[in-house]
Nanobody, 116 residues
Framework: QVQLVESGGGLVQAGGSLRLSCAAS????????MGWFRQAPGKQREFVAS????????YYADSVKDRFTISRDNAKNTVYLQMNSLKPEDTAVYYCKLHRPGYDYWGQGTQVTVSS
């Protein structure tokens, strides 16, 4: 089994910054990628950003490009999401996801609230 533990969420004013962390533990092998999704009240869960575990290639949703940065620490099996210039529309529960062949694992989510 794989456990994902997220941290770093909270309340911030518009224009502020937060850094999310997601640490993976357990039966970790053959990780393809890790990433972040978010779900706002009444909306579907949506992709935010991901990073290839081997190459480090990164991918972003258009809505967060140039504001958010995803990074990884392979030795710590941890992925980070640096969020700058936050907007009220970034308010959501942010979920970490680990993908390996045939399996997806999700964290429990961390709340990010951006006040105007």
């Amino acid at each position: 089994q794989v456990q994902l533990v997220e941290s770093g969420g909270g309340l911030v004013q518009a224009g502020g910054s937060l850094r999310l962390s997601c640490a993976a533990s357990g039966s970790i092998f053959s990780i393809n990628a890790m990433g972040w999704f978010r779900q706002a009240p009444g909306k579907q869960r949506e992709f935010v950003a991901s990073v290839s575990w081997n190459t480090g290639s990164t991918y972003y949703a258009d809505s967060v490009k140039d504001r958010f940065t995803i990074s990884r620490d392979n030795a710590k099996n941890t992925v980070y999401l640096q969020m700058n210039s936050l907007k009220p529309e970034d308010t959501a529960v942010y979920y970490c996801k680990l993908h390996r062949p045939g399996y997806d694992y999700w964290g429990q989510g961390t709340q990010v609230t951006v006040s105007s």
